[in-house]
């Protein structure tokens, strides 16, 4: 199934809505567990302890089905997120993934499954 890539970034000072919101928000995300990849919020490189953004890794049919998905979560619903960006996006390695995409054999990729979730 197809990935989208979400990064939404906050409305200035978001600390106060977001724990409003927060109860609301994990029980979605709960809800939406098995189209999660990854997913969480990001914290300002200056100041470690004030989250600005998140990130959501989804899995989705399409686009839309994606796009549908995360305006459905009540940090969006509720104006949390000042704005975000969305892009399709091919997982190919990682620990999340259980590996690689690829072997290289001879000098040449073989391109391969990956294990399932």
Same mark, same amino acid.
């Given at each position: 199934?197809?990935?989208?890539?979400?990064?939404?970034?906050?409305? +200035? @000072?978001?600390?106060?809505?977001?724990?409003?919101? =927060?109860?609301?928000?994990?029980?979605? !995300?709960?809800?939406?567990?098995?189209?999660?990849?990854?997913?969480?919020?990001?914290?300002?490189?200056?100041? +470690? @302890?004030?989250?600005?953004?998140?990130?959501?890794? =989804?899995?989705?049919?399409?686009?839309? !089905?994606?796009?549908?998905?995360?305006?459905?979560?009540?940090?969006?619903k509720n104006k949390i997120w000042a704005s975000y960006e969305m892009m399709a996006f091919t997982p190919v390695i990682g620990t999340y993934l259980g590996g690689k995409?690829?072997?290289?054999?001879?000098?040449?990729?073989?391109?391969?499954?990956?294990?399932?979730?």
């Open positions: 199934m197809p990935a989208f890539l979400f990064t939404a970034k906050d409305v +200035p @000072n978001s600390a106060e809505l977001r724990t409003k919101y =927060l109860i609301e928000h994990l029980t979605f !995300a709960e809800s939406m567990y098995a189209n999660i990849l990854v997913g969480g919020p990001c914290f300002q490189t200056a100041t +470690p @302890n004030v989250m600005d953004r998140s990130l959501v890794l =989804l899995e989705a049919p399409d686009a839309d !089905a994606a796009r549908s998905m995360f305006e459905s979560d009540p940090y969006f995409s690829w072997d290289l054999v001879n000098g040449k990729v073989v391109r391969k499954e990956l294990p399932p979730k």
